[in-house]
């Protein structure tokens, strides 16, 4: 079974990572939940919407994360390609795929806490 995650990321090149943090946080007027390097979650509803730093991009990219508590069946079902060079999945059961157009996905495990119900 694939049920959606928490976490939504745009990748955005460096050079509009500052304006588009504060077009989230000052236009929008979405609270910021946590700030790590480089990387500013928003609370979007029950979700976290990350605006993630990409020194190597030149265009933004919207990510998905999906749960699934075997994501190698999972993965199997999507069809979709695997794609775990494009970041280090530390400490995390899971995989990076993408859809037909492009746009990636994080299937993974989620923990205890991150269920939904």
């Known amino acids: 079974m694939i049920e959606p995650g928490r976490n939504i990321a745009i990748k955005v090149p460096a050079h509009q990572w500052q304006e588009t943090v504060e077009f989230y946080r ?3 007027g979405l609270p910021i939940a946590r700030t790590v390097q480089d990387s ?3 609370t979007f509803g029950a979700l976290t919407l990350w605006i993630d730093r990409v020194s190597h991009q030149s265009r933004s990219d919207v990510w998905l ?3 699934s508590d075997d994501p190698d069946a999972a993965l199997d079902q999507l069809q979709g390609p ?3 060079e494009l970041e280090p999945l530390d400490g995390v059961t899971g995989h990076w795929t993408s859809d037909p157009s492009g746009v990636v996905l994080l299937v993974r495990q989620p923990r205890k806490d991150e269920r939904w119900a």
């Open 65 to 67: 994360e999906f749960f």
């Open 40 to 42: 500013v979650g928003f």
């Open 82 to 84: 695997t794609r775990d």
């Open 26 to 28: 000052d236009r929008v």
